[in-house]
């Protein structure tokens, strides 16, 4: 797709901090929806964004209770599906009415794609190295393009 970034960090640092940038770009009903293998760095990715919405706290990946949320100028809900296997347990998360209320993103996204919104932000993360890691931002919309735009002139800090 033309309009994809392709971005590189090459720390976690640099992955949190573009995570900031995405963070405070956000807005009510924003759907970040994160893809890749153990070890790619969505969570990492998941902390800046919570840093960028103002949250104070350190966010953890939610494997085990499906979904933590967070309060910062924003309400942010941080979903991961890793230990979803049926669609219909995906669906009764209500990710819906979580974007009524803020932000959510949805760690191994990839596992329920054909039931979320076409208004969203993909980011698939590739581990390119011990510390490197690639990602690409697909918006499905015109307000992730917007997200998009805003996170274009990236440039890593570090």
Known sequence: MSNALDLVTHSAKETQALGRRLGAQTQVGD?????????????????GIAWGL??????????FVLVNEYQG????????????D???????????????????????????MSIWPQEHL????TEAGPD????????????????????RDFTAVG
């Open 54 to 63: 103002g949250v104070r706290e350190y966010a953890h990946s939610p494997t």
């Open 122 to 125: 993909f980011i698939e993360l």
């Open 86 to 112: 049926v669609l219909a347990e995906v669906q009764e998360l209500a990710v819906e009415e979580m974007l009524t209320a803020g932000v959510c993103i949805v760690e191994w996204a990839q596992k329920a």
């Open 132 to 151: 490197t890691r690639r990602l690409r931002l697909t918006p499905g919309g015109a307000r992730a393009a917007h997200l998009v735009t805003q996170v």
């Open 73 to 84: 100028r924003l309400t942010l809900y941080h979903v991961d599906l890793y230990r979803l």
């Open 31 to 47: 759907l970040l929806l994160l893809s890749g293998e153990l070890g790619s760095g969505k969570t990492t990715l998941a902390q």
